[in-house]
């Protein structure tokens, strides 16, 4: 049990450096680099596709920007502007394709499309959860040691444990028996 | 007076309103000397829970001195007296209040005929909290209306400071229910998600009533600090599988009691489903993230309780119910009936056995309100608890 303890103990301290927000950041981070290079090196297929023939050069600029922005992302210390810059990028190649819309294919639009769509949700999912955990790591840390000794029991911890076994609970907060022996007394 | 007033989303503001007057002949009013934030208030603050109306005052945590009492309330209640007022306003006589279940009084929800129409029936008026619970202005501000004062109030003795006793007027008694529900035998693990205030109360009480083992789960390492300063094993579920560690911690047969101090603002990504529940939420396709209540369904030990304090709103989506018949377990749930345990509570303080002060980490002017409702819901700064002083 005191074992048990101690291994939390070691957990509890052990600030995670991302958590699962922040996890999912580097992965629209690495999704980013990756569209990005995609963008640079086949814009010439992708604009055929996308309706953008002789505008290769405005899908590698926003290539550059995915880029820059997956990089942006990977190496900051605080996810969370990138992010919502994320989401403004996304705002950009809609209106990018819908502009195009004409000369598309349609399938590969409708493609584009729903993954822009798709991809926009997760980054302001990411951007509103990153709120609670992009914190000052430092200060958590203190917290974390400063609030270890924070007890709601004057006469300690042990002392304390089945203190109130005195309380009589009320017989409309009994449980069902399921849990006690069906027979006991 | 000054109070902090709703004005829509993430949009709180520290205000001139005007003071409260005696409506009813059994209303007292307050002068507040300390209030706090509750995680209730934060789902609010984000525009989860509907009918909250431009201009509300906010807050249901709070106590001071009683300044005047109308004539219907004066045999209980006199000037000068120090009261900590529970959240749900009761009227004392009702069938439900005569039960004890002071959370579900039939009579002081005035606008119960907007409450009906949602939810079917009527529960009782609760201060600060949306327009379907009565809409009554709350105690984040200089002073409070009280309605139904002779019974709506927690005497405190002037030996205890305000922080040693604010609580009683929701986190402690909630707590406390929380795992009271559970009626705790001592061979059980009892396994609670979420170390905001109310899970640390949940963790407090189930300790002072003799747990076997008592499990916490949260993401944010402080909060999870205390909850295991207070004898909680803890579990960060942005670092470890939450169902691998209670299987490790209950020798693979899962706790017999689950308490959810979460409620309906799950974190967004901590898994597949809750991403799940923000898109839809977002296409108001549902109102609440259920993840707590499904893990706590999957986990449970067949023909265990669930027990939920935390707060839902409205819809949620796959809920498996199949797993809760065919395990057959046993919810319960509910907002707190405050002066049922209060009494109990006071003395448990008085007596030294507790002391809920410990959650506070901020203790500010009622003007930085707006602000710290920030810090509080975003975990910035360390904070788990504010106090304001009006
Ligand atoms: N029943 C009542 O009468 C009553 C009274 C007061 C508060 N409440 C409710 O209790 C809940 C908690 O209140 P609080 O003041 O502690 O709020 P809080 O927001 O400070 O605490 C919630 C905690 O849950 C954690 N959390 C989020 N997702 C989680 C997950 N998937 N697993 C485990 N933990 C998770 C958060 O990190 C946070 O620490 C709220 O829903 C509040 O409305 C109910
Ligand atoms: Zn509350
Ligand atoms: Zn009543």
Not at chain 2, 75 to 86: A, F, I, N, S, T
Not at chain 2, 92 to 103: A, T
């Given at each position: ?6 291994g ?13 927000a ?13 569209l ?7 814009a010439r297929?992708l604009a ?19 880029v ?5 992302i ?7 502007p990138?992010i919502?810059?994320?989401?403004a ?5 809609a ?7 004409p ?5 590969s ?15 302001l ?14 200060a ?9 000794t ?5 006469k ?10 005195d309380?009589?609970?009320p ?12 027979n006991?007394? | 007076m000054?109070?902090?007033v709703?004005?829509?989303?993430e949009?709180?503001?520290?205000e ?14 307050i002068?507040v ?15 989860m ?9 906010m807050?249901h ?11 219907e ?7 000068g ?5 529970p ?21 002081t929800n ?9 939810f079917?029936r ?13 809409g ?10 009280v ?41 059980d ?19 002072l ?11 944010v ?7 295991q ?5 803890p ?14 911690l ?31 939420q ?9 993840h ?10 067949p023909?265990?309780?669930?027990s ?11 809920f ?6 065919n ?6 749930t509910?907002?707190?009936?405050v002066?049922?345990w ?11 056995q507790?002391?809920p002060?410990?959650v ?10 707006p602000a710290?409702?920030k ?16």
């Amino acid at each position: 049990m005191s074992m048990t303890t101690q291994g939390g103990m070691r957990r509890a301290a052990t600030l995670p450096r991302r958590g699962t927000a922040g996890r999912l950041a580097g992965q629209l981070g690495w999704f980013s680099l990756g569209l990005g290079l995609l963008e640079i090196v086949a814009a010439r297929p992708l604009a055929r596709q996308l309706g953008m023939h002789g505008r290769e050069d405005l899908l590698r600029l926003q290539g550059l920007r995915e880029v820059v922005m997956g990089v942006g992302i990977l190496t900051a210390r605080d996810r969370r502007p990138w992010i919502i810059g994320r989401v403004a990028g996304d705002a950009v190649d809609a209106a990018l394709l819908a502009g195009h819309a004409p000369h598309a294919r349609p399938g590969s639009l409708a493609l584009a499309m729903a993954s822009v769509a798709a991809v926009t949700v997760l980054d302001l999912i990411c951007a509103e959860s990153l709120r609670t955990e992009e914190g000052d790591y430092a200060a958590r840390a203190d917290a974390v040691r400063a609030y270890a000794t924070r007890s709601a029991f004057p006469k300690g911890l042990e002392q304390s444990r089945g203190a109130a076994r005195d309380f009589q609970v009320p017989r409309d907060f009994r449980i069902p028996d399921a849990l006690r022996p069906w027979n006991a007394a | 007076m000054r109070a902090l007033v709703w004005h829509g989303k993430e949009d709180i503001r520290c205000e001139s309103v005007p003071d409260p007057r005696i409506e009813h002949p059994r209303d007292a009013i307050i002068k507040v000397t300390s209030c706090a934030i509750c995680g209730s208030d934060l789902h609010l603050f984000d525009n989860m829970i509907p009918a909250m109306k431009r201009g509300d005052i906010m807050g249901h945590e709070a106590m001071g001195e009683v300044v005047e009492v109308g004539p219907e309330a004066s045999g209980k209640l006199k000037v000068g007296d120090r009261v900590v007022v529970p959240f749900t306003i009761t009227c004392g006589e009702c069938w439900q209040c005569k039960r004890g279940n002071f959370s579900l009084c039939e009579r002081t929800n005035r606008n119960g005929a907007m409450q009906e129409k949602v939810f079917g029936r009527v529960g009782a008026g609760l201060f600060g909290y949306t327009q379907l619970t009565g809409g009554y202005p709350g105690g984040q501000a200089e002073y409070l209306r009280v309605p139904c004062a002779d019974e709506t109030h927690i005497k405190v003795p002037s030996t205890l400071s305000d922080e040693q006793v604010l609580f009683l007027s929701d986190i402690l008694p909630t707590g406390w229910q929380g795992a009271v529900q559970c009626d705790i035998q001592p061979e059980d693990t009892v396994c609670i998600w979420g170390a905001g205030p109310v899970g640390l109360m949940c963790v407090v009480s189930a300790v002072l009533l003799g747990a076997k083992q008592v499990i916490c789960i949260d993401r944010v390492p402080e909060r999870l600090a205390m909850a295991q300063a207070n004898g909680a094993i803890p579990i960060n579920f942005d670092t470890e599988s939450v169902i691998q560690r209670i299987d490790e911690l209950t020798d693979r047969k899962g706790p017999e009691k689950c308490i959810d101090a979460v409620g309906m603002e799950a974190h967004a990504t901590a898994t597949l489903d809750s991403i799940y529940d923000r898109v839809k939420q977002a296409m108001m396709l549902e109102s609440d993230r259920a993840h707590v209540l499904r893990e706590m369904v999957y986990v449970a030990r067949p023909g265990g309780v669930l027990s939920v304090p935390g707060v839902y709103g409205g819809l949620v989506d796959k809920f498996p119910m199949g797993l809760v018949m065919n395990k057959g377990l046993t919810i319960r749930t509910g907002q707190t009936h405050v002066r049922r345990w209060t009494d109990d509570l006071l003395r448990r303080i008085e007596e030294g056995q507790l002391d809920p002060s410990f959650v506070i980490t901020h203790k500010v002017p009622l003007e930085q309100g707006p602000a710290m409702y920030k810090t509080f819901r975003d975990k910035q700064d360390g904070c788990v608890k504010v106090v304001l002083k009006p």
